[in-house]
């Protein structure tokens, strides 16, 4: 089994979104911690961001974060809510012969959710990392990691990977 980390949205004008149950500051903090966990292992970190599509310039802080992507990251950019469709994820990861996904990042009911069931659709295991997303508000975030994601795989915490 090759698991790889993918990290959703963590752009600066997504983090500095007022987020909860977890600042995005905080989900900032455990998403770094884990990137770390995986590079150390050798396992791969996939660094997802949106670009708004049919727009000339995008908006501030549409990158990533300063210092978030380390060399033999894989980067991709998505023009939708999840990071499957219209990328080349889904080649990049058969590429490197991974079959779970372990997700995070922002925010958990839009891009972290799209992408876990685009991700089951794709048949890849799926597992969570609660404490590394936060949500628009607690009550939906706590749903989608409470109802939802329990259907599609494992709801773990960063500690469980470090």
Do not use: W
């Amino acid at each position: 089994m090759t698991s790889a980390l993918i990290l959703i949205d963590l752009m600066p004008r997504i983090v500095a979104l007022p987020l909860a149950p977890h600042s995005g500051e905080e989900v900032l903090t455990r998403c770094r911690r884990l990137a770390e966990v995986f590079r150390a292992s050798g396992r791969p970190v996939v660094l997802v961001r949106v670009e708004r599509p049919n727009t000339a310039e995008q908006p501030p802080g549409s990158g990533f974060v300063d210092g978030l992507v380390r060399p033999g990251d894989v980067e991709v950019v998505k023009r939708t809510v999840g990071a499957f469709h219209d990328t080349d994820l889904h080649d990049r990861l058969r590429d490197l012969g991974v079959d779970t996904l372990v997700l995070a990042g922002l925010v958990t009911s839009m891009g972290v959710e799209s992408t876990a069931r685009a991700a089951s659709d794709h048949g890849y295991q799926v597992e969570f990392v609660a404490d590394a997303m936060s949500g628009f508000a607690a009550d939906e975030h706590e749903f989608a990691v409470e109802r939802i994601f329990p259907r599609f795989g494992e709801v773990r915490d960063t500690a469980a990977y470090i």
